[in-house]
């Protein structure tokens, strides 16, 4: 009864939209105008599954928690229904963004790096969700003459597949537009306005500072006047032009409410770490932070990157040294600072103190995905999947884009001798990352498990179906 119970509350209740009987788009008809929601998502799932195959897609835990937040906090201001949006963080040095069919949105490493503060970057997440809240890339099909499906399909696979091959993404680009539809890779000025202008109203409503968007756009103007080469993708996709910098400038001063740059931590440890990343090497990402900190001792942001460059060099105990201050969470302001010590703990085999650590910040951020998770993992190397299962079971629905989380919580099932969850969890991990003929070969064991359990059968080979129907969907596409 308990593997019943369990199933159909991880299981079905995770994937509503991969469950739901999909029929597939005439990817061949040039007179398929216009895509449904769903068909919208099934396409954006198919390329987002393929840029995370590719490995692009950033997994760390903190960088990926506080984009997603960021997202979810300007998403919930976008006032439309049912549109799920996921968001994710691309290991990609050009300053760019982009929004996929169905609510995928992307954003370079590049272009957080770029924004000098939570308010710029919350003006280029605004813009993207007012993309997909205007469906226009549906649009685009809708209002272009002779152009079907599948010319917006070869250009957004070739998007897709540049970034893990830019020579294979560039031919597949060239062939797209040939046939004179560069009109669907470039966003038209209408609804990059109409985007703006969505775009103020949603960070407006979610108490960002609208005089952003145009700080962030002169920004990257002057960087585009000022390099032979710029690296400033973002221009490419989304055309900027002086008027439209005034025009954002114009509909910001509309808004009466005072607002002023807010200084935030969270962003400021998430640019902290990248930028350490960025270093040859973590001895000279150790190096550059150690004179930080002890120029600037209570410089949080650099603390972390510090402890973090240490962590990734297998120094634990150098990396909780920089961290000691940091042990009573209950009042402090960020979990980043908790949650880098609670790996650190983990890694430096102290799985105790990073459960009793871990569990005081799961009591003040209960819902935080990255606390749920870490204290998850420090929970399995103390020898405790149930609880670990307990986490991770509600966090499936909470965030069923995410990886990690289907990862983990087959490590726990096994760990628990739940052989049959353990193989579900490792199909939709499988699913998640792109390798789908692996996802079906989980189903397969999972399905000689439920031998007994003929409904439960019944609803694996329902996710099997779903699954080759993806495939066939990237099948038509050409991303496989």
């Known amino acids: 009864m308990r593997t019943l119970s369990c199933l159909f509350v991880f299981f079905l209740s995770i994937c509503p939209i991969a469950n739901a009987q999909i029929k597939l ?7 398929a105008a216009t895509l449904t929601l769903t068909e919208e998502t099934t396409l954006g799932q198919a390329l987002w599954q393929k840029i995370n195959l590719s490995g692009a897609v950033e997994e760390e835990s903190i960088l990926s928690e506080y984009l997603q937040g960021l997202g979810h906090r300007l998403s919930g201001q976008a006032s439309i229904a049912p549109m799920t949006y996921t968001f994710f963080l691309v290991k990609d ?4 963004a982009f929004a996929l069919p169905g609510g995928y949105i992307g954003i370079n490493e590049g272009l957080l790096l ?7 970057l919350a003006s280029v997440v605004a813009h993207e969700i007012a993309h997909v809240r205007g469906r226009h890339i549906a649009r685009m099909i809708h209002y272009s003459d002779n152009v079907g499906v599948t010319s917006l399909l070869g250009i957004l696979a070739g998007a897709v597949v540049s970034a893990a091959n830019p020579l294979v993404g560039s031919s597949i680009l060239t062939s797209a537009m040939a046939s004179g539809q560069q009109s669907l890779i470039n966003f038209t000025r209408q609804q990059e306005k109409e985007a703006d202008n969505v775009g103020l109203q949603i960070m407006q409503k979610a108490g960002f ?7 962030f756009f002169a920004t990257l103007l002057r960087h585009n006047r000022h390099h032979e080469n710029p690296a400033v993708e973002y221009l490419r996709t989304h055309p900027l032009t002086e008027s439209r910098i005034v025009s954002a400038e114009q509909r910001a001063a509309l808004f009466t409410d005072e607002y002023r740059f807010k200084k935030s931590i969270e962003f ?14 973590p001895r000279q990402a150790i190096a550059h932070f150690s004179a930080k900190v002890k120029k600037a001792p209570d410089d949080i942001p650099s603390r ?3 402890a973090h460059a240490y962590l990734e060099s297998g120094k634990a105990t150098e990396a909780l040294s920089v961290l000691d201050r940091y042990d009573d969470p209950e009042h402090d302001l960020s979990p980043f600072p908790y949650l880098i010590k609670g790996q650190a703990l983990m890694n430096a085999q102290q799985g105790s103190a990073a459960v009793t650590l871990l569990q005081q910040l799961h009591d003040r951020w209960p819902r935080q ?17 149930k609880a670990a299962i307990q986490l991770l079971i509600p966090l499936m629905k909470q965030r069923p884009e995410n990886p990690l989380i289907p990862l983990t919580l087959s490590q726990a099932f096994a760990a628990d001798t739940n052989y ?31 031998k007994e359990q003929p409904a439960i059968q019944e609803q694996i080979e329902k996710r099997e179906q779903s699954i080759k129907r993806t495939i066939a969907l990237q099948s038509q596409m050409g991303l496989l």
Request: hydrophobic content about 40%; aromatic content about 6%; proline content about 4%.
């Open 25 to 31: 788009p005439d990817l061949g008809d040039p007179d």
């Open 93 to 96: 040095a050009s300053i760019n």
């Open 114 to 120: 770029a924004t000098k503060n939570e308010d710029e």
């Open 209 to 215: 500072n609208p005089k952003a968007m145009a700080h």
């Open 268 to 281: 400021e440890v998430a640019q902290q770490i990248l930028i350490a990343r960025g270093f040859t090497s």
């Open 304 to 306: 972390c990157a510090l």
């Open 369 to 385: 995905v990255s606390v749920n998770l870490t204290l998850a993992k420090a929970q399995l190397s103390q020898s405790d999947p």
């Open 420 to 450: 049959l969850q353990a193989h579900l969890a490792q199909a939709e991990y499988q699913y998640l990352k792109g390798f789908l003929s692996d996802a079906l070969l989980q189903l397969e064991q999972a399905k000689r498990w439920a």
